[in-house]
Nanobody
Framework: QVQLVESGGGLVQAGGSLRLSCAAS????????MGWFRQAPGKEREVVAV????????YYSDSVKGRATISRDNAKKTVYLQMNSLKPEDTAVYYC???????????????????????WGAGTQVTVSS
């Protein structure tokens, strides 16, 4: 059974930090690029960051570039999102997602579209107070 379980969300003051985790099971984790997406009330789901199956390539949306770091531990089948200098506009439900990809040269900057992702977690709420 495929599972992606996010954790680490919560309420934080503006300027604070959070580290989100996503534990994967039920599929070959190192065959998949991993992405973090978010959806705020009344808005469409948007990509936050993506990391290749090797961990060697990453992509960040302009809205979080310089404030976020995506990483993965293939041995632990876990992907992380470190978010710093949080802003109220970062408030959203954050989802991790898995996209099959064993490209030799993964172009994660083109992995913004949510549609090709094969598996999704249930999400974790991040609320940033001003």
């Amino acid at each position: 059974q495929v599972q992606l379980v996010e954790s680490g969300g919560g309420l934080v003051q503006a300027g604070g930090s959070l580290r989100l985790s996503c534990a994967a099971s039920g599929f070959p984790f190192d065959y998949y690029a991993m992405g973090w997406f978010r959806q705020a009330p009344g808005k469409e789901r948007e990509v936050v960051a993506v990391i290749s199956w090797t961990g060697g390539n990453s992509y960040y949306s302009d809205s979080v570039k310089g404030r976020a770091t995506i990483s993965r531990d293939n041995a632990k089948k876990t992907v992380y999102l470190q978010m710093n200098s949080l802003k109220p506009e970062d408030t959203a439900v954050y989802y991790c997602a898995a996209r099959f990809d064993r490209s030799r040269s993964p172009k994660v900057s083109t992995y913004e579209d949510a549609v090709p992702y094969n598996y999704w977690g249930a999400g974790t709420q991040v609320t940033v107070s001003s």
